[in-house]
């Protein structure tokens, strides 16, 4: 299985200020079509996820341009330029090359 | 609107059955894949396996493979999760989430999510 870790387990920002979380495969997770098949989703207290990032640097339907996903092959970054309240939560990176698909621990962003 | 709605939450005992739901609706059933997600209390995603209702084809993940059953009723457009013997460390939320073709061949993210159905399993 494709291993995934992220860090740091733990961002506090304050904000307006950015905010950067880092994502690792054990594997590559570039297609030969050159695409990374890499998921950012992001869980609200108590809600489910939502897709905030796919194809490591496409935003999702209705998520705000301040979120940039970026990276590829074993190494990816998604950043906030300018945190708002609404960001908080769990933020998972997810590899959906192969089965089973696989997520980071989470990072857990709160406000300072 | 596409929603996913879960079933309530559940309270068992160990060696229990058990079969949760989760009732589409808003888009052709048959012809998206569903998802599972597992989350075990304040730990993370572990993605559980996908179902197709068009022919009930699954896969899984083979670490869960054998344990617990996916399946899917066509007529009322609900896809279920079954255990026939729950252990404690079954205790986690569970969640559905419609898994949607996302364009190059072979992607797949989630988009709808239901709100998660909390199973506790404890003597």
């Known amino acids: 299985d494709i291993v995934m870790t992220q860090s740091p387990l733990s961002l506090p920002v304050t904000l307006g200020e950015p905010a950067s979380i880092s994502c690792r495969s054990s594997?590559?997770?570039?297609?030969?079509?050159?695409?990374?098949?890499l998921d950012w989703y992001l869980q609200k207290p108590g809600q489910s996820p939502q897709l905030v990032i796919n194809?490591?640097?496409k935003r999702a339907s209705g998520v705000p341009d301040r979120f940039g996903g970026s990276g590829s092959g074993t190494h990816f970054t998604l950043n906030i330029s300018r945190v708002e309240a609404e960001d908080v939560g769990i933020y998972y990176c997810m590899q959906v090359l192969q089965t089973p698909y696989t997520f980071g621990q989470g990072t857990k962003l709160d406000i300072k | 609107e596409v929603r996913l709605v879960q079933s309530a939450a559940e309270m068992k005992k160990p060696g229990e059955s058990l079969r949760i739901s989760c009732k589409a609706s808003?888009?052709?059933?048959?012809?998206?894949?569903i998802a599972w997600v597992r989350q075990k209390p304040g730990k993370g995603l572990e993605w559980m396996g996908v179902?197709?209702?068009?022919?009930?084809?699954?896969r899984y993940n083979s670490a869960l493979q054998g344990h617990v059953t996916m399946s899917v009723a066509k007529s009322t457009s609900t896809a279920h999760l079954q255990w026939t013997s729950l252990e404690a460390a079954d205790t986690a939320t569970y969640f559905c989430?419609?898994?949607?073709?996302?364009?190059?061949?072979?992607?797949?993210?989630?988009?709808?999510w239901g709100k998660g159905t909390a199973v506790i399993v404890s003597s």
């Open positions: 194809l490591a640097s």
């Open positions: 594997q590559s997770l570039l297609h030969s079509n050159e695409y990374n098949y």
């Open positions: 179902i197709y209702p068009g022919d009930s084809e699954t």
């Open positions: 808003g888009y052709p059933f048959k012809n998206y894949w």
């Open positions: 989430a419609r898994h949607v073709h996302g364009g190059p061949p072979d992607y797949y993210y989630m988009d709808v």
